[in-house]
């Protein structure tokens, strides 16, 4: 069984931090490229970050500077380290594990940018 289990989310003030955590089980976990979406209300689903199995890394411009994402395999989890935050980052943040045609989501955490 397969599970994405997203957390770290919360309330943060504009120009704060926040990390999150996606923990992952059921797959090989090392094998996979991990993605951070996010989706605000009215809005896209909006790719955030990736990370391949060799490390590389990609960003939206949005996030750009901001954003950092990265892994430890051995603790089967991704992260998403936000700084500066915006309230045009709140959103609903969902952790995605992809190989080849194997695709599998989280059922988000909720980030909420607010003075």
């Known amino acids: 069984q397969v599970q994405l289990v997203e957390s770290g989310g919360g309330l943060v003030q504009p120009g704060g931090s926040l990390r999150l955590s996606c923990a992952a089980s059921g797959i090989t976990f090392s094998s996979y490229t991990m993605r951070w979406y996010r989706q605000a209300p009215g809005k896209e689903r909006e790719l955030v970050a990736s990370i391949v199995p060799g490390g590389s890394t990609w960003y939206a411009d949005s996030v750009k500077g901001r954003f950092t994402i990265s892994r430890d395999n051995a603790k089967n989890t991704v992260y998403l380290r936000m700084n500066t935050l915006k309230p045009e980052d709140t959103a609903m943040y969902s952790c995605?594990?992809?190989?080849?045609?194997?695709?599998?989501w989280g059922q988000g955490t909720q980030v909420t940018v607010s003075s």
């Open positions: 995605n594990a992809q190989y080849n045609f194997l695709k599998y």
